[in-house]
């Protein structure tokens, strides 16, 4: 999958098998990601499950938990609740039955947005600042914190270069896929994200979930940015161009 | 819903009524004693509210302190004195109450992370 760090740095990732992406004295956010289907080494986003730590004022006195697996993204927490604390402190909140929910943390101020898009899910994640730092152990692995290890990342201008150059191992035109992520008008670390996932499935759902990440992105923060180029376009010209 | 928790709370807070502490207290913010018993018997039930929101008792305790709390002309301040339980001294200002407490009041700059794709 294509990580978006807390600290704005873009990485693709194998990551295959259950990995953190957010583990504080809060809460626990953890996802599991399987080949996916008919791609070889892809992999994707097949189960989430948050956590929310015990906080006998502001939450439960008990941990809360919400799943989701493929084909499955209920609208309460696991236990059939939808809220929990005074005055909604905690809640889910189903947007679009089965497609979409956020969960709102208004103690610690964090909004979690979970989307599934085919078989996928595309996760985003708001959090001030402080409440990121409280980490218990400083040491341990959080992927929105840390990144993902070295030998899980993916060098995908050399992925690029190797289908340009061979046209192995593509489940999909350079050009067309170029054409068809063009048309969904994402941009930037998302543009190159798109074609990736076109290329190395053919699963065009994966043009939605880049721009739905996208969109979340500036859903969740409107005044943000994007300041990088489109990096895909840069050192790649589809050979029908040429 | 643990009224009797609160009920003990102000009994205790009223056999400290007449504590030099409590007098000299009650003078500064300009009302009687009992003010300050009858503020932290409300302090302890507002931070019951979840659980006994649909308590008949609760709700009729909680009425009639306020009513007992205006006849004694006692101030609804925020930051006016009550008994704190755990030290059994009077403390001033309130502690914040389980709503604002629930009220991310931070710094705020915001982080985001995502994944998606494959």
């Known amino acids: ?242 | 819903c643990d009224i009797v928790h609160c009920q003990t709370l102000f009994s205790s807070a009223k056999d400290a009524e007449k504590s030099t502490e409590i007098k000299k207290l009650a003078a500064l913010q300009r009302e009687s004693p009992r003010c300050i018993s009858l503020r932290t018997y409300i302090d302890c039930l507002v931070k019951q509210k979840r659980f006994c929101h649909s308590d008949i008792t609760f709700n009729g305790n909680l009425a009639g302190l306020k009513a007992k709390m205006n006849r004694h002309k006692c101030s609804a301040d925020p930051e006016a004195s009550i008994f704190d339980p755990e030290t059994m001294q009077v403390t001033g200002p309130r502690p914040p109450s389980v709503d604002r407490m629930c009220s991310y009041s931070g710094k705020p700059i915001y982080k985001q992370c995502g994944l998606f794709g494959d």
């Open chain 1, 1 to 242: 999958p294509h990580l978006r760090m807390f600290n704005e740095e873009f990485q693709t990732c194998k990551v295959e098998g259950a990995w953190a992406l957010v583990d504080n004295k809060h809460l626990t956010v953890q996802v599991t990601n399987d080949p996916v289907i008919n791609s070889g080494d892809a992999t994707a986003t097949s189960k989430l499950t948050v956590i929310i730590k015990k906080n006998e004022d502001c939450a439960s006195s008990q941990f809360i938990t919400y799943t989701a697996q493929t084909g499955h993204l209920p609208g309460s927490f696991s236990l059939g609740q939808t809220h929990y604390g005074p005055e909604r402190s905690v809640e889910v909140i189903e947007k679009e039955p089965g497609k979409s929910v956020v969960i709102y943390l208004r103690y610690i101020d964090t909004t979690i947005k979970v989307q599934q898009i085919g078989r996928y899910f595309t996760f985003a994640i708001k959090m001030p600042e402080g409440v990121l730092n409280s980490s218990e152990i400083s040491d341990k692995l959080e992927l929105c914190v840390q990144g993902c290890p070295i030998n899980e990342r993916i060098n995908y201008k050399q992925y690029f270069s190797e289908v340009q150059r061979t046209n192995k191992h593509s489940k999909m035109a350079l050009s067309k896929a170029l054409k068809m992520c063009r048309d969904a008008s994402v941009v930037d670390f998302y543009f190159d994200s798109c074609v990736f996932d076109l290329l190395t499935t053919g699963d065009e759902n994966f043009t939605a979930a880049a721009y739905q990440a996208w969109q979340d992105l500036i859903e969740l923060n409107p005044e943000l940015r994007q300041t990088q180029d489109n990096r895909t376009e840069l050192p790649i010209v589809p050979s029908s161009a040429s």
